[in-house]
């Protein structure tokens, strides 16, 4: 009982910056110990109880990773994508590089080359020839993204790119301008 | 015919007891594996998640699964163990475990046939004989380990059964009183009008928390702690000596259970015609299952000391008082 410090009755002429309206005298449970100690636990034990068994009402809330996927914003930012206009299905993509600029991880790698007029690849003069971009660098960032003056790349939704050798995560403007085979589910509107 | 242990109140033929002995061998061996899986789905929903669910249908081959990884671990001993007394341990636990399984009644008589490995006239007596046994299993497996963490999980151990077995026996001596019978059969045929937990409450209160004790559950498992020791008793066994540990803990749990409902829950008694005898005992067996699983899920493990003055000073006196106010009553009455 000596530990417990009683703030109102106590001489605070030793202490005068304590004595001051902001101090907050401290509420304390009751001792532990004693029938009362032992009537207390009984019905915190039956709270407890209460409260596990109520886990098994509400069911689980685990996702079953492989066969269930958490949703995503749709502003998340997962492997990127390269985009071919809608109705032409001429890549969006001019090789300008400016996505190479952008990028601080430094992993975009573009080497552009002129359009031959009769066998169009992009809608510009030029095209990207190369486009590679190493997703063991990428930081997902996004900046790439915002650099590109023609929408060409944007970020999606995948997130599951692990692979077994760093060389198979350098993607190619083949791979990257495919759709992806799964889809990540994303999360609605409030959700 | 002359019968070992004392003067058995029924006695069967040999091959009645052969097969009755491989029929409740198999039936408990089938129920116990399963009990690691129902406590593992449990406690994950418990704690709002599935538990194993990926061998078989719902998780159902996962012991299998379990055994076969033990069995087919290496048998290692450490360089400090003792090597007899090492292997020795989980065989002692083991033994004593399913051997007190021999006197939980599933039934009465029918047809000349019990429905209970034996009925000896020790009845009771015989549970707590090999109870004890089973905790020389432990300390010398703890021991015998080289080990200072398995020999302080020892230790407690030894402590936690000098603590709890005296009040475990206190208790179900008040029960005994009432029925007037030593035999596990004899007390529940005394429970055909009301169950003993009705004016036993306080012995079924005190038997349950030493139960949990002595089944090294939480929040009683200060022989294993994981936290503080490791894993106990059997810090350095591995593969099957392991599973012989984890699943006594399982057969142990079962066996307190089965001993509670026999003498506090009218063992077979409960509504419908008479071959329902076993149903209702596993019916009432597997609730205390369930709750030995919730309270699991629930309690945290207590303090060294928190055991030993609940066992010294709150169960004991409790306990005690209890025999006395029943032998008053039942001399009285």
Redesign the interface.
Known sequence: MEARANTENADWSAFPYLASADVISVQRGPEPGGPGG?YRAFGE?LR??K???A??V?????I?YPEEKTPVYPRFRGRHKLHRFDDTGLEKCVGCSLCAAACPADCIRVVAAENDPADRKSAGERYAEVYEINLSRCIFCGYCEVACPFDAITMGHDYEMSDYNRSDLIFTKEMLLAEPIDKTPLRREGE | MTVPLADVGFAEATWVLIVKSIVIFAVIFTIVPLLTLVERKLLGRFQARYGPNRVGPFGLLQPLADALKLISKEYYTPQNAVPVLWALGPMIVIFSAVAALAILPFGNVKDGVGFYGIDVSIGILYFFAFGSIAFYGLLIGGWASGSKYSFLGAMRSAAQLISYEVSMGLALLGVIMMAGTLSLTGVVEAQDEVWYVVPQIVGFVVFMVAGFAEANRTPFDLPEADAELVAGYQTEYGGMRYGTFALTEYLEMFLISGIAVTFFLGGWHGPGPGWLDPIWVLVKLLALVFFFMWIRATVPRLRYDQLMSLGWKVMLPLATLNVLVTAVLVTVL
């Open positions: 032992a034990t407890g109880l409260t596990t068994f886990r098994i509400e069911g689980p809330v685990t079953q």
